[in-house]
C-alpha cells in the first residue's frame, strides 16, 4: 500500500511539473562577446515576463547553429549572412544545411570594425599592408569574411599581410592586448572593445573604412548584405572618437523550430516591446526597430513569431 501511495505522489509531482519549468537555453559565443550580452540581456528580460533561461556560450556562432539545429539550444543570436548560410547549407555552412532554424526577429544592424592600438601608425585600410592582423576564426567563419570585406574597401586582401591564427573574436583581442598583432576584429560597442581600451596604455581605436562607389563595391564583394554607414561617438562606445564610416550588417534571433509556437510568440513579444530594458542589458539594442523585425532574409520565421507580427499588423519587408 505504502509503494502504491508513493508511486501516485510521485506521478501528481510530475503531473504538477510544467514543460515550461526547463530553462530555454540561450546560444551565445563567449563571455565578453557581443552575443554572449545580448543573450544576457534577454535572460533578464525573460526573467522579468516569469520565463527561466540560461545563456550557454559555446567557442562561436559556427559551433552554436548547429546546437539550434539539433535542438540542445532553443534560440541563439547571429547575424542574418550566417544565419542563411546555415540553413541553405552554403557559404560558411556549405553542405551543412540547418533546415531547422527559424528567424525570429532581425534586432538591429551590427557595426563591425577593425581595431588597432591607439598610437599605431596604421590610419586607413591601405595603411594595413604588411601589417599583422588576428585571422582564421576557425568557430566564427562568418567573421573572417567581414575581415575580408573590410579590408577590400581599401583593395586589399588578407593576402596582403601577416596572419596570426586565433580561433575566436576573443582570443583576436588578447593577441592585439599582448601586442602579437597589430589589427583585430570586433563589434563596435561590445564589452570586450572596452576591455582592450583600458587594458592598452593610450586605448585603442577603429581604423575608419571609405565610403566610396568603389569601397562599397569591395565590401559587397566579399559580404553582399553588409552595408556602410556612418557612427557617430558615444561614451559607451571605445575607440570611436569622430564620426567615422564602419561596415554595417543585420543581426538576428532564431530559434529551433520545434520550441512551442506561443513560446516564440511570447518572446518576440517581449523583445518588441521592452526595447529600453533590453538596451540597459546591451547597448546595440536601441538600434532595434519594431516594424524591421519582420524582414525577409530568406530563412523562414518562426510560426509563433508570425503569429506576433500579424497580431500587430506588421508586415514582412523584403
Known amino acids: 500500500m505504502r509503494k502504491i501511495i508513493l508511486a501516485a505522489a510521485i506521478g501528481l509531482m510530475a503531473l ?10 540561450l546560444g551565445t559565443s563567449p563571455q565578453g562577446t557581443l552575443t554572449y550580452g545580448l543573450g ?11 520565463i527561466q533561461s540560461r545563456v550557454q556560450p559555446s567557442s562561436g556562432t559556427t559551433t552554436m547553429i548547429p546546437l539550434i539545429q539539433s535542438g540542445e539550444i532553443d534560440l541563439g543570436f547571429a547575424n542574418a549572412a ?4 546555415a540553413f541553405h547549407g552554403v557559404g560558411t555552412f556549405d553542405k551543412r544545411p540547418q533546415p531547422k532554424i527559424r528567424t525570429v526577429a532581425v534586432i538591429f544592424p551590427l557595426k563591425a570594425g ?11 585600410i591601405k595603411d594595413m599592408k604588411g ?12 567573421v573572417r569574411k567581414t575581415v575580408d570585406a573590410m579590408l577590400a574597401t581599401g583593395g586589399l586582401t588578407v593576402k596582403d599581410l601577416k596572419t596570426v591564427l586565433v580561433p575566436n573574436v576573443i582570443r583576436g583581442v588578447d593577441e592585439l592586448i599582448s601586442g602579437h598583432v597589430d589589427i583585430t576584429v570586433f563589434a563596435i560597442g561590445s564589452a570586450k572593445v572596452s576591455e582592450a581600451d583600458a587594458a592598452i596604455s593610450g586605448g585603442i581605436r577603429f581604423v575608419p573604412l571609405e565610403n566610396t562607389p568603389a569601397a562599397l563595391a569591395g565590401l559587397k564583394k566579399e559580404f553582399p548584405t553588409g552595408y556602410l554607414a556612418t557612427i557617430q561617438p558615444a561614451a559607451n562606445i ?3 572618437k569622430q564620426a567615422q564610416t564602419a561596415m554595417f550588417y543585420d543581426y538576428t534571433i532564431f530559434a529551433n523550430a520545434d520550441v512551442k509556437a506561443d513560446r516564440v510568440k511570447q518572446i518576440t513579444k517581449l523583445i518588441a516591446e521592452n526595447k529600453a530594458a533590453l538596451a540597459a542589458g546591451q547597448p546595440n539594442f536601441r538600434g532595434l526597430e519594431v516594424d ?21 499588423g506588421i508586415q514582412e519587408k523584403k
Not at 550566417?82 to 548560410?85: A, C, L, M, W
Not at 577593425?114 to 586607413?124: H, N, P
Not at 523562414?300 to 506576433?308: E, K, L, R, S, T
Request: aromatic content about 8%; charged content about 20%; overall charge neutral.
Open 131 to 142: 601589417k599583422t592582423i588576428a585571422y582564421g576564426l576557425t568557430s566564427q567563419e562568418i
Open 40 to 50: 544576457a540581456a534577454l535572460s533578464k528580460v525573460l526573467g522579468t515576463a516569469g
Open 114 to 124: 577593425l581595431m588597432v592600438r591607439a598610437d599605431s601608425g596604421i590610419k586607413s
Open 238 to 240: 571605445a575607440g570611436v
Open 16 to 25: 504538477a511539473t510544467p514543460a515550461s519549468a526547463q530553462p530555454l537555453g
Open 82 to 85: 550566417e544565419v542563411y548560410d
Open 292 to 312: 524591421r523585425m519582420y524582414t525577409d532574409i530568406n530563412v523562414p520565421y518562426h510560426d509563433g513569431a508570425v503569429a506576433y507580427y500579424r497580431e500587430k
